[in-house]
């Protein structure tokens, strides 16, 4: 959380900057370009990696009934995580960012981050190929694949461009690498949550386990090398461009037969939205998943791209996703999990309905504004107008966004208070017996 | 949820509805059709561009990357062929649920449940 909140304010104040009043001016460790890195990475590497794996080290033995390998290398795993993650905001302000697109962590970073990838597989994933059920649940599968993708992935794009492959080719797997981050690392993990998570909530099994096996192997075959359509319209070969454009939109398929599973599951259950907060917030972000990917079929087209690229449209995109998907499962997963580690109830739960209204709000705000930005960007460009005219004519969009954030930013307030308060209540048997009651009735 | 529910559940294992079988197997075709179609021309294109010369190296890297890291993913799927992990394939979503509860008794971790 407390690099979420690091994440949190360091795009504020990015935001800010737009509406020129950004307030770390004149300092230049804590100069804008250096801010945004932190701001991406601890949402990535900070907050969305440290809330998965913790998620992850909820599910796994649960699903395998195996203890994962080692508890004293999980700890060991943590501490380290954290440590390099602090060596990361250390490294950008610094100057010492790599530049690369999602993998500014600085080179002296890289190496290690690769070899905590490699524990935590091995410590992770020994439970899931020790496990004598009889069969395996897709979570697990969701989650090998991640296993298996995220550290090959990291080296890919921190290295390959860095030393071997430079220049257009190098820009090129920069593009696969970011996509690939989004697709083989934090999707994977995020929907074997759900899948683990949300049959346990609402107390049904999964509407079909085969469909949801089909949706994991159209991931895990047809997902990987997706990002050249990043790079339309660069010296990048067109016919390559095709392929990526063509492929881009063909994966959506997979993306639909998750889609239908889960409002499948949730058929005949349809009140838990109202009355689970962690099940509003999961099928809250597998809407804002449906319009993201939907959305992807048509922005990754040379139609589009020719209108929204460099534009805040992307922006908005990258929120929606980062923030509205993944942030929001994250989100749920806390409201279930927070009171078990504390083994007290939720202190106010009436803070957390809040949370969940302010941060929903803020966020649809900032979506529909930066994607009117975008358009209202990439039309100007079209036209050939002046730079300075698209400029003057973004302000009011800027306005808005830095609203929406400060919206955002007072719901996590709330979020961490209740937390706060939460944790410090006395803690009785009587408490205990809440907690369980609230979970399992 | 109460063990004469959960039993409930499996015992409809039996008679699921035709829809579910036509959805999952229409959507296997679709993913298999679609989406594998789509991927195949993408990295064919991709490794067009080693056989054109066209943008050194990236062809390489892509496509090396992708076959290195699908190994494990086939390794992994052949393995649970060959364990048995497939013989039911609806039978991990019951299971979850009795394990959960399994554990939520205070049931220990390591023990066979097979």
């Given amino acids: 959380m407390a690099f979420f909140a690091t994440s949190l304010l360091g795009g504020l104040a ?60 999980g700890w060991v795993i943590f501490g380290a995580w954290q440590l390099f993650m602090t060596l990361t905001i250390g490294g950008q302000l610094l100057g010492y960012g790599q530049g ?194 939907f959305q992807c079929a048509f922005q990754v087209t040379l139609t589009f791209q020719k209108i929204i690229h460099f534009t805040d449209w992307v922006v908005a995109h990258a929120h929606m996703v980062m923030f509205g998907v993944f942030g929001f499962w994250i989100m749920g997963l806390i409201i279930e999990l927070w009171p078990r580690a504390v083994g007290r109830p939720w202190a106010t739960p009436q803070l957390l309905t809040l949370h969940y209204w302010f941060t929903l709000i803020g966020l649809v705000l900032m979506v529909i504004d930066l994607t009117a930005a975008g358009l209202v960007q990439g039309f100007s460009w079209a036209a050939l107008s002046h730079w300075g005219e698209s400029v003057v004519a973004s302000m009011p969009f800027w306005w808005v966004r830095s609203v929406a954030g400060l919206l955002i930013i007072a719901g996590q307030g709330l979020f961490f208070y209740a937390m706060w308060a939460t944790a410090r209540q006395p803690s009785t048997l009587a408490t205990r017996a809440a907690v369980a009651v609230a979970q399992r009735v | 949820m109460s063990t004469r529910r959960l039993r409930a559940i499996r015992g409809r294992r039996g008679d699921q509805s035709l829809l579910r079988t036509i959805v999952t197997i229409g959507f296997a075709v679709a993913v298999l059709v679609i989406a594998g179609l789509g991927f195949t021309y993408k990295m064919t294109e991709f490794v067009m561009t080693i056989v054109n010369d066209d943008i050194a190296g990236f062809g390489a890297a892509a496509v090396g990357v992708y076959l290195i ?27 979850m649920l009795e394990l959960d509860r399994e554990i939520e008794r205070g049931g220990e971790l390591g023990s066979h449940h097979g």
Avoid at chain 1, 264 to 292: E, P, S, V
Wanted: net charge positive.
């Fill in chain 1, 14 to 73: 990015y935001a800010m900057q737009f509406n020129n009043l950004y307030p770390l001016s004149g300092i230049e460790w804590l100069s804008p370009g250096r801010v945004r890195m932190v701001h991406t990475n601890m949402a990535a590497y900070g907050f969305i990696a440290n809330a998965f794996i913790g998620g992850m080290l909820f599910a796994i033995p649960r699903l395998t009934r195996q203890p994962i390998l080692s508890d004293r290398l």
């Fill in chain 1, 100 to 293: 690369i697109e999602w993998g500014e962590t600085p080179m002296f970073v890289d190496p290690l981050i690769i070899v905590g990838l490699v524990l935590l597989v091995t410590n992770l994933a020994t439970p899931i190929l020790r496990t004598q059920e009889q069969g395996l649940y897709v979570s697990l599968w969701y989650f090998l694949a991640a296993f298996a993708w995220t550290g090959l992935v990291y080296f890919m794009g921190n290295y390959l461009p860095q030393f071997w492959v430079p220049g257009t080719a190098g820009a090129a797997i920069t593009g696969l690498f970011i996509h690939d981050l989004v697709g083989l690392f934090v999707t994977p993990i995020g929907w074997g949550l759900m899948y683990f998570f949300v049959p346990l909530l609402l107390r049904k099994p999964i509407w079909s386990h085969a469909l949801s096996l089909i949706g994991f192997w159209g991931l895990a075959f047809f997902y990987p090398m997706q990002g050249v359509h990043h790079f339309l319209y660069s010296p990048i070969p067109m016919y390559a461009q095709y392929g990526a454009v063509v492929a881009t939109i063909a994966v959506e398929i997979v993306v639909i037969t998750v889609i239908v599973n889960f409002f499948g599951t949730l058929h005949g259950r349809a009140d838990a939205i109202r009355g689970n907060l962690a099940i509003r917030w999961f099928y809250t972000g597998m809407i804002m998943y449906a319009l993201t990917c």
């Fill in chain 2, 69 to 95: 890291g699908m190994l494990p993913i086939v390794f992994l799927t052949l393995w649970a062929v060959m364990t048995g992990k497939f013989r039911d394939v609806e039978q991990p979503k019951f299971r």
